[in-house]
């Protein structure tokens, strides 16, 4: 279901042993896009595969976009929380690298 608020996801399978956020120009989607008005999902075991994507529980990427707007100017922090890579992008300028393979980690950056 789409969700004009929300963000989009595009769902992705990448190489095995893929070290680093894909370049999403060079995959073909998998499936149908998939919709959330947050990114939250809490620590679990994806054995199973993740919740509402894929049977795949590693070796797939999703890449979110949406819009928000600032009702008010000033400094704000992001923060990611990934296992694995994650890179936060806003107006086209990379704000959050939590890039690489590695176990649960966070990473913020301000804009």
Request: glycine share 10%; no cysteine.
């Amino acid at each position: 279901m789409v969700i004009n608020s929300g963000l989009r996801g595009v769902v992705y399978h990448v190489r095995h042993n893929t070290t680093h956020v894909p370049n999403w120009q060079k995959l073909k989607p998998v499936g149908a896009p998939i919709y959330t008005t947050e990114l939250n999902i809490p620590e679990q075991s994806f054995t199973q595969g993740f919740p509402g994507v894929t049977k795949r529980f590693e070796w797939f990427a999703i890449d979110y976009t949406g819009k928000f707007w600032i009702g008010k100017p000033g400094i704000y922090v992001f923060t990611l929380t990934s296992d694995d890579g994650s890179n936060l992008y806003i107006d086209g300028e990379l704000v959050v690298d939590n890039d690489g393979q590695h176990p649960v980690q966070s990473k913020s950056g301000s804009v």
